[in-house]
């Protein structure tokens, strides 16, 4: 059967968050035609979240319906999200940059890899995106959180419950602030102000969050872009005797049998940590140096809960935190650890319960009196992201074992520290552990437990930029080495996964792409 062609400007793989970013700048700065293809189904329209999260309260049911694909299930993956928006329509809004050292680790910690890029390069590029999405958000000291300009937004206020808890770490010597975040502080982009109702997860019945979708709203209504649903992309080809990539070989859900071909001047891989590699792997593309699918990388996290000598009300915002940069900088030991620190309130511990501390039962107003007595201390929630240097073999493979509906091998995850971060694991997380006893004691108060994850969070990796194709698959500006036309935007171009959450950074790095990639057309007059 004859393939259904489809010719436009510039075809990108995928319609997550950082296909958003990229689309949007290159439809409003740049006379192009832009076709997102997206193996997804759409997700339902903002105007009925509020009953979606009715039907979750009171019946358990996903907001979220076809939000992935059936024979899509990878074992590791983060989260199996595959739909118009991507796992951001998911996540939680937090927004915190990386810092300078995270872009020059082995000439300022000795550790790892430099980037082909320093935290200057990005930074405005983390501007643009905070703008485009809208980050509420405060500056931290300028001494570790440096920033060229200030946030769009003002910050999210501070809860009565946050403000008691910014005395006893100020109180500690250690500067915390407002974390930042997508989640509206005044009406920004036709999008509410966030209400602070604690009712963010896992759908925000007003859309006060920003989410992937509402990029996509505004360009599909606006006819700026075309999104092509429920269409997989499954291999990219390159012309005969040339380097540059020709068509996207797909296929329709629809449709299995009409095969669809999309021919155009640039491809734009968007499919993340994930379905960025195996796309390119399945392709055959990019691979010279073995580098596809390796360097997997993230960061885990130690956390904690601490008893205070002091009054809080728990639920009045939970979702929301402090969060401090000083232990991202430079490390404090002669051995490497890096981590954030964040600071929530609390229910743990505060709840109430038939038995007491004798594991006596008690019952009538016993358990009211034994209630009341233990809320008149807080419980403080910490955790701490500290950073891991990937080895080469942290690597997502093709799994001949496990194939989709259409024949095609799935991914197969494997993650894997670098011998300095499996040598060091259980001493950053013991410094961690002390820092939390640290905090405990200055405010009079006991930790009443700790916990450290095994998986790695904010995964990124698997097509890492380098200074040339021996070190990298693609260059600083998301370029594959070996194809001039074929760009990787966002996640999967990291070379190291930082101590903090990681979205905005993907963001900053698709909107640096796709500055490169407009140069390719002419620029729309302002």
Not at 187 to 205: E, L, M, Q, V
Not at 376 to 386: K, L, N
Request: a neutral charge; proline letters at 6%.
């Amino acid at each position: 059967m004859s393939a259904r062609v489809i010719e436009t400007d510039v075809c990108i793989v995928g319609s997550g968050i950082t296909a958003a970013m990229a689309a949007e700048k290159l439809a409003d700065e740049r006379n192009v035609r832009v076709l997102v293809v997206e193996a997804g189904d759409d997700m339902p329209p903002v105007q009925d979240w509020y009953r979606l999260r009715r039907r979750f309260l009171d019946y358990g049911e996903s907001p979220w319906p076809a939000d992935h694909l059936d024979d899509a299930s990878v074992e590791g993956i983060q989260s199996r999200s595959m739909c118009v928006g991507g796992l951001a329509m998911h996540w939680g809004g937090v927004t915190p940059r990386f810092s300078p050292e995270d872009f020059q680790l082995k000439s300022s910690c000795g550790v790892g890899d430099d980037w082909p890029i320093t935290y200057e390069d990005l930074d405005p590029f983390y501007q643009e995106a905070e703008e485009r999405m809208g980050v509420s958000g405060e500056q931290g000291p300028a001494d570790i959180d440096p920033r060229g300009k200030p946030f769009p937004l003002p910050k999210l206020p501070l809860s009565y419950n946050l403000e008691k808890l910014h005395g006893w770490v100020s109180a500690a010597g250690i500067p915390m602030w407002s974390q930042p975040s997508t989640k509206n502080s005044v009406p920004y982009k036709g999008r509410s102000a966030c209400c602070r109702n604690d009712t963010c997860t896992p759908i925000c019945p007003i859309g006060a969050k920003y989410s992937p979708d509402a990029t996509w709203r505004t360009l599909r209504s606006g006819k700026q872009v075309t999104m092509l649903t429920r269409t997989l992309v499954r291999r990219l080809v390159p012309a005969a005797g040339s380097d540059r990539i020709e068509v996207a070989q797909a296929v329709s859900r629809d449709r299995p049998n009409e095969p669809v071909e999309i021919r155009a001047r640039m491809f734009v891989v968007a499919g993340g940590y994930v379905w960025s590699p195996h796309l390119l792997l399945l392709s055959g593309l990019a691979n010279r140096s073995g580098l596809v699918g390796k360097y997997l990388t993230g960061h885990r996290n130690v956390s904690g809960f601490v008893s205070l000598p002091i009054k809080l009300y728990p639920g009045l915002n939970e979702q929301h935190s402090l969060v401090s940069k000083q232990f991202m900088r430079k490390p404090r030991y002669d051995r490497y650890v890096r981590h954030d620190l964040r600071v929530w309130e609390s229910a743990v511990d505060k709840g109430p319960r038939l038995r007491n501390d004798a594991n006596e039962l008690m019952l009538g107003d016993a358990i009211l009196n034994d209630w009341r007595q233990r809320t008149q201390t807080g419980t403080a929630r910490v955790r701490a992201y500290y950073d891991i240097v990937p080895a080469r073999e942290s690597e997502l493979t093709l799994d001949s074992a496990r194939k989709n509906a259409l024949g095609d091998p799935l991914p197969k995850l494997a993650w894997r520290d670098a011998e300095v971060s499996r040598d060091l694991r259980g001493w950053q997380e013991e410094q961690i552990k002390a820092l939390f006893e640290s905090l405990a004691k200055a405010g009079n108060g006991r930790v009443i437990r700790t916990a450290s994850d095994s998986f790695q969070d904010h995964p990124a990796g698997g097509c890492r930029m380098g200074k040339d194709a021996s070190t990298g698959v693609v260059d600083s500006w998301g370029r594959a080495f070996e194809h001039q036309n074929l760009f990787v935007v966002g996640a999967p171009t990291m070379v190291s996964g930082s101590c903090a959450n990681g979205t905005l950074t993907f963001c900053a790095l698709s909107l640096r792409s796709a500055q490169e990639i407009g140069k390719e057309f002419s620029a729309k007059r302002m």
